[in-house]
């Protein structure tokens, strides 16, 4: 029961022992069910807003809706080809040169899967045999746990030290004879963290010498803030046959329930990926796979102004969340704020209860993000409407 954790409200249902099937436990009783999603479900309860699921509630692009009518309209209504309808591929492969500086062969080299969710779930059980252990910084998203334990990787979870950088050291001891994988997340949820190009040689180095592959997850490359860079790990000399990026439409086109996600690898990891894919999920929504080629057709002013729109949510919440009291720095990239609340005297779990229930206010404990530990911390999302943020914060304002 690796990955175990009670969960916050009294939906998860215990699959322990005096269940009926308690003698035939199974892979899925070694986990929870996200506790993200599961602090919507709370929020909804206990009429929260909900700082707690990374998702926006403000709408999307007009093109894309048009484009998503239009392709339903048109009868893009069957199976687009399993790894993704080709001009999708053909646009990712040209937008992917031009803002990650990386080439993919639209027909061997690009997989359009169902969300990044899916691209990480299906790049898993295509490079690891079970056993296979996997180098996860933490604090971690929480998916990379059950996405371990799913495919029967065994994580090596490797603390960022205290300003979330590498410590290489720890990293090096990690890796074993076993070792096949390490996932990373730049720019970071829940930490903000942009991993530099110098912690990314050393990734590399580290992979070319042990003979490992990386799954980096991007999906928030374009929220980035200060000037700050993000880099592709993948770039780096040595790692384009041995690194899956995966990226999504999700948090940049802000249509997270699109469910339209991709794995970028070179052909030979790609082929195996395919597969996986192909029975897991057969494909991506069709009409919205045609959607998201609009996406990638918006001009550059659009990424600009994404970012730019998130830097004023940034400081909206930040500045709420010390006048609140809660410790906690601005983010580099991403869109969540990790705060410290050490100060009020409640563990991770108590005090989300206590904000969602008392306060209105939904956010997502500390804990979600490590295998142990994690208490004294709370993730909140600024990926909602300014008036959203501002009415969160003036609550907020109570525990003061
Ligand atoms: N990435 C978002 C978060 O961390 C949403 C994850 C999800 O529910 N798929 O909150």
Redesign the pocket.
């Known amino acids: 029961m690796k990955h175990a954790r009670s969960g916050i409200g009294k939906i998860q249902k215990a699959t322990g022992a005096g269940s009926l099937f308690s003698a035939h436990p199974s892979r899925a009783d070694t986990f929870t069910e996200?506790v993200?999603?599961e602090m919507t479900r709370l929020a909804l309860a206990h009429n929260a807003i909900n700082l707690a699921?990374?998702?926006p509630d403000f709408p999307c692009p007009g093109e894309l809706k048009i484009a998503a009518s239009e392709a339903v309209r048109n009868d893009h209504n069957q199976y687009a080809i399993t790894w993704g309808a080709k001009n999708l591929r053909d646009a990712l492969s040209v937008r992917v040169k031009k803002f990650n500086g990386m080439d993919f062969d639209p027909e061997t080299e690009i997989t359009v899967t169902c969300g990044s969710?899916e691209a990480m779930m299906a790049s898993m059980l295509a490079i690891i045999r079970p056993g296979d252990e996997v180098i996860v910084p933490e604090p971690f998203?929480e998916n990379y746990g059950p996405d371990a334990e799913i495919s029967g990787a065994v994580p090596k979870y490797v603390p960022l030290a205290g300003d979330f950088s590498i410590d290489e050291e720890a990293w090096k001891k990690a890796v074993t004879r076993k070792t096949r994988a390490i996932i990373l997340n730049t720019p970071n949820?829940p930490t903000g963290k942009i991993f530099t190009k110098s912690e990314l040689s050393f990734i590399r180095d580290l992979c070319v010498e042990n003979n490992l592959v990386a799954l980096t997850d991007e999906i928030y490359e374009h929220i980035v803030y200060d000037g700050k860079k993000h880099i592709s790990l993948g770039l780096l000399d040595g790692m384009e046959d041995r690194t899956v990026t995966i990226g999504s439409f999700s948090k940049t086109y802000s249509v997270?329930g699109w469910r339209v996600g991709y794995a970028l690898a070179g052909e030979e990891l790609t082929a195996r990926i395919r597969k996986i894919h192909d029975f897991l999920t057969v494909g991506a929504p069709a009409p919205l796979q045609q959607a998201a080629v609009a996406a990638l057709a918006l001009p550059d002013s659009y990424y600009h102004g994404l970012a730019e729109e998130y830097d004023r949510k940034r400081h909206i919440l930040f500045d709420g969340l010390k006048k609140a009291g809660f410790s906690c720095e601005l983010p580099d990239g991403a869109y969540y704020i990790f705060t410290d609340i050490a100060s009020f005297g409640k563990n991770d779990v108590e005090f989300a209860r206590h904000l969602v229930e008392k306060i209105g206010v939904a956010a997502v404990p500390g804990s979600s993000f490590y295998h142990k530990g994690g208490e004294t911390k709370l993730r909140f999302?600024f990926s909602k409407k300014d008036e959203t943020l501002h009415d969160a914060c003036t609550r907020l304002e109570k525990l003061s």
Do not use: D, E, K, V
């Open positions: 996200s993200i999603r699921q990374g998702f969710t998203y949820n997270t999302t």
